[in-house]
């Protein structure tokens, strides 16, 4: 720290715990830096009267030492700045600092405001945090507001007209943020009535600068602030519902992500391998859900069971839309199917699997997180080579082969056979350039689905009962399957039929020829 310093702001904040990767080919990269080269975080501006005082352009004295460690055991450290400027306004900042936290507090006393004309407030924010990923999402940058009790979010996408987008009413904190990294500002003990979200132009990341307004010729405020990275628990330390900035998915599903991420967080501190933990999870919701899938499964099987009978009432009717609707709800009522008992589990389901899509996309323990042989980093891709600049990503091509071999025990209409190609396709473009753990969690899903839509059609409570009497439309033929045995009932009939006095059709014919006789006769 400088005893002299333009503007007393932060032109530097780096995480030592945590190395940028926008370059993969030099290696873990440079300490994470939460303000950008040339900027500055916490500038003050000063709304005196008609005009705007940049005090970050002021000269500031400090007392303060020009270096401050605190490893040395110290718990806090205190800086302190004091500047004059035009009309002898005078800024005081004072920061403090604390061990082992990427929190701190903000200060700034301002005194001899005495042009009474105009509006008085002060601006402070940051410049925004820019990425620190290889591929950054499009959607982490942003800049995230509690206001009036609400949760605004803008985005990079939005900035493509305006470079600002001002927000009125009761502030309590404001972000910016990327995907794995938050700067955040919150009033402490003072109220924040404006803030604007600063972006466009050339800029990847978007900033935020709040207004504090000031009463009289002098007035005191206090910023907590929060510098680090997207860490669920620490944010949540701070106690002003910071945690909320962090993207958890849509608000049905949040409480139950927030849940899975610390349920994925305590067993990593029992298990030190997030690949691991991943696997264990995928096979704990397996077995949560196992009765719905099964039930799934089983459905989808008793649905092919009678696919043959619906093709006959489909030549039957022919173009008639409505008979044919009529007489496959008579078939599947009396068959015992129902055409939505294999998509309501899986829709009951959906909010625990969008939950873990988000936990598992966003959660800052698997960013450099390795798990096994070439797999060395579960929040990128698992690149194992590239041929002609093209990267080649193991786990998507095992995942899209698990899902081709499964739809062949889900699909038997030969007339879906494209739609059951496209489908692993499809899913394996979509996961291709996902995060190693993602694909990892489907992958386990995909082999415990197989395996037990296996034990469903192989197995030994594969054989399925259907009935041939009053389901076929009438001018279909009833051919009864070869494998269907006789129940006990008709086994006793035939034998007593054997026993009985025969009456053969040759003595009832030489009966019915002498009739004939008798009559000619007369």
């Not at 030099?26 to 709304?47: F, H, N, Q």
């Not at 601006?123 to 009036?148: L, Y």
Request: charged share 20%.
């Amino acid at each position: 720290i400088r005893d002299r310093s333009r503007g007393g702001s932060i032109t530097s904040w780096r995480l030592k715990e945590y190395n940028e990767r926008l370059d993969m080919k030099s290696g873990t990269g440079d300490p994470v830096s939460l303000v950008t080269e040339g900027s500055r975080a916490l500038a003050l501006t000063l709304d005196y009267g008609p005009t705007s005082l940049a005090v970050d352009d002021w000269a500031f004295e400090s007392g303060s030492p020009s270096h401050i460690d605190l490893t040395d055991g110290r718990e806090t450290a205190v800086v302190r700045y004091d500047a004059t400027g035009p009309d002898g306004v005078a800024v005081t900042r004072e920061y403090t600092f604390y061990a082992d936290t990427y929190s701190f507090e903000a200060g700034g006393d301002v005194s001899g405001l005495k042009d009474p004309s105009g509006r008085r407030a002060l601006w402070s924010g940051w410049p925004g945090v820019s990425p620190t990923e290889e591929k950054e999402d499009n959607k982490a940058p942003a800049s995230v507001v509690r206001i009036d009790g609400g949760i605004a979010k803008d985005g990079l996408g939005r900035f493509k007209e305006q470079t600002e987008y001002p927000r009125v009413g009761e502030i309590e904190w404001v972000t910016t943020q990327s995907r794995y990294f938050i700067a955040a500002v919150a009033p402490d003990g003072v109220t924040c009535n404006e803030t604007r979200a600063l972006g466009g132009g050339e800029t990847k990341s978007v900033g935020f600068k709040t207004a504090v307004p000031l009463e009289g010729e002098s007035a005191s405020v206090t910023f907590r602030v929060f510098a680090g990275p997207q860490d669920y628990k620490l944010i949540s330390a701070m106690g002003v519902g910071l945690e909320r900035a962090i993207d958890m998915g849509w608000s049905f599903t949040r409480p139950l992500s927030v849940l899975l991420l610390k349920a994925l967080v305590w067993a990593h501190g029992y298990i030190p391998n997030y690949g691991i933990v991943i696997i264990l999870i995928s096979i704990l919701t397996k077995l949560l859900f196992y009765r719905l899938t099964h039930k799934s499964f089983t459905e989808m099987k008793r649905m092919q069971d009678v696919q043959p009978k619906l093709n006959a009432l489909k030549e039957q009717y022919g173009d008639n839309k409505e008979a044919l609707a009529k007489a496959q709800m008579e078939m599947y009522k009396k068959e015992g199917v129902n055409p939505l008992g294999s998509c309501l589990p899986m829709i009951l389901q959906m909010p625990v699997f969008i939950a873990l899509f988000q936990v598992l996309r966003t959660t800052i323990g698997l960013r450099g997180a390795p798990f096994m042989l070439w797999m060395t980093d579960l929040s990128q891709p698992d690149t194992i080579a590239a041929i002609a600049g093209f990267p080649i990503h193991i786990l998507p091509l095992l995942m899209g082969l698990g899902m081709l071999l499964q739809q062949k025990f889900t699909t038997s209409d030969p007339s879906q056979a494209a739609m059951t190609k496209m489908m692993p396709i499809l899913f394996t473009v979509l996961f291709y350039n996902f995060a190693a753990g993602l694909v990892i969690y489907w992958l386990v899903n995909t082999i415990l689905s197989i395996a037990q839509q296996y034990y469903i059609h192989k197995g030994p409570t594969a054989s399925v009962e259907v009935s041939t009497d009053a389901a076929a439309p009438e001018g279909v033929p009833e051919t009864a399957p070869a494998s269907v045995t006789a129940p006990p009932a008709f086994e006793e009939a035939e034998v007593v039929q054997e026993n009985a006095p025969a009456q053969t059709p040759s003595s009832s014919s030489r009966k019915k020829r002498r009739g004939r006789r008798r009559r000619k006769k007369k």
